[in-house]
């Protein structure tokens, strides 16, 4: 990030607190979704583009809703994250 911008605060989303899991078909379908899309937003606009709409948090709701997580609760940023990472593992590193 540039010295001269610094981070500010975009928004409060207030998600209620649930326990449980997604139901793994699901799971494999946000993953999938969760690689595709995150690859075209990186490759369109390139990665730092794809964190600022990571850490907004409408966005990161929307995108958690996109890939089919659309329950109203804390889940959504414990199984969004792990569709991303999950997505993004089968890349691997390029050197």
């Known amino acids: 990030m540039p010295d001269n ?4 605060r975009t928004g409060i989303a207030h998600l209620p607190l649930h326990y449980g899991k997604a139901p793994p078909w699901l799971f494999q379908r946000m993953v999938k979704l969760a690689r595709e899309i995150t690859i075209a937003i990186v490759s369109d606009f390139g990665p730092e ?3 600022k709409r990571l850490s ?3 966005l990161f709701k929307a995108f958690g809703c996109v890939l089919g997580f659309h329950w109203h609760s804390s889940g959504v ?3 969004l994250c792990g569709a991303v990472k999950e997505g993004l593992k089968s890349l691997g590193r390029k050197r």
């Open 56 to 58: 907004h948090p409408y």
């Open 5 to 8: 911008i610094s981070p500010m």
């Open 49 to 51: 583009e794809m964190l």
């Open 77 to 79: 940023t414990t199984t």
